[in-house]
């Protein structure tokens, strides 16, 4: 009878999720962002993409190298690692920043911690927050898209003239909005269909809603996130943008117009899911993603900045770990008595 009882590790129930297999659907699902940025911002952002993959890949196989550890580029966690980085930044941004930030993200984001599955922070996060130190107004400056016109730019950013490279995007103008006290629906009236189609300024994976939320539709669809995170960053961002914009609708920009801009939807479905960073219960990924949500809006209504998402998963990322031992697990057989 003995001998018919197999001894093993937990777990003994497995599921055909390999890491590889998440991070290519992560890729695929990136695919219509990146199509949507190499069609507004063409040439310059194919190479910011591919300069961000190559140097991020580069990196960790040097990492490897050094640290005497098995190729673990494989798992396409570090091509993943590059392109959401290479989405979170301005098209205009010098190819030797991308290059210092990728390596920033694999080497002290995520290699100094013990490589996949065991970094505290998401990599790209950490990239972005080095190069926003660092170099403040090469990331803030903004290329206006390829296809708009001399006579659209006057229209929508009066204060350019008609050959202008720049252009402010739609958080910024709402931050103007609050600090000057503008009417802040003019800018989201006028701007809010080009959030949805990404014809506005702004980082290369941002600015199209359409391809974000097919992106984000996909892995849903596929298992490979839940719908937790997503949706509880997005009800919490909506409820507080809402609450502002009650309380003075003449400084606010509407609710929707936050949810379209910047860089929410690409937080909420790309980066806050990562699940090395993430909660493991159900109830904490609600908490998690509910402080995302709220932290993000507080910068952009209350701080200095116009957006908050990086801060904001970078600060719950620290969080994590005092959530899950709040929030624990219920074993399999249920609590013991």
């Known amino acids: 009878m003995l001998s018919k009882i197999t001894i093993s590790c937990a777990p003994h129930i497995g599921k055909g999720l390999s890491t590889r297999r998440v991070m290519a659907d992560v890729i695929i699902a990136l695919a219509p962002a990146m199509a949507a940025a190499g069609y507004y911002f063409r040439i310059r952002a194919a190479i910011l993409i591919c300069t961000c993959v190559v140097a991020s890949v580069a990196t960790e196989w040097l990492c490897n190298l050094i640290r005497r550890k098995p190729n673990s580029l494989g798992d396409f966690s570090a091509v993943v690692t590059g392109i959401i980085l290479a989405l979170s930044l301005p098209p205009g ?45 090469l990331m803030t400056t903004w290329a206006v898209p390829a296809t708009i016109s001399g006579v659209k730019m006057s229209r929508i950013a009066p204060e350019n003239t008609v050959d202008a490279r720049t252009q402010a995007t739609p958080l910024a103008w709402s931050k103007l909005a609050i600090k000057q006290k503008y009417g802040a629906n003019r800018y989201s009236e006028e701007n809010f269909a080009a959030t949805i189609t990404g014809e506005v300024g702004g980082c290369l994976g941002e600015t199209c809603v359409i391809a974000l939320l097919v992106g984000g539709l996909y892995l849903l669809i596929r298992g490979t996130i839940g719908v937790h995170i997503p949706l509880a960053v997005l009800l919490s961002a909506f409820v507080f943008a809402a609450i502002a914009y009650l309380g003075n609708s003449y400084r606010y920009v509407q609710p929707v117009f936050h949810l379209t801009s910047g860089g929410l939807l690409l937080g909420a479905f790309f980066i806050a899911t990562d699940p090395v960073t993430a909660p493991l219960t159900i109830r904490g990924k609600w908490i998690y993603g509910i402080g995302i949500g709220t932290v993000t809006m507080l910068i952009r209504i209350f701080g200095e900045y116009p957006e908050g998402v990086m801060y904001a998963v970078l600060l719950m990322n620290a969080v994590t770990p005092l959530i899950d031992r709040f929030c624990k697990p219920i074993p399999a057989g249920g609590k013991p008595r």
């Open 93 to 137: 941004l010098p190819v030797w920043a991308a290059v210092i930030g990728s390596c920033f993200s694999i080497a002290v984001g995520k290699m100094v911690f013990g490589g996949l599955g065991a970094n505290i922070f998401n990599p790209a996060m950490v990239g972005r927050a080095f190069l926003t130190a660092s170099f403040g107004v």
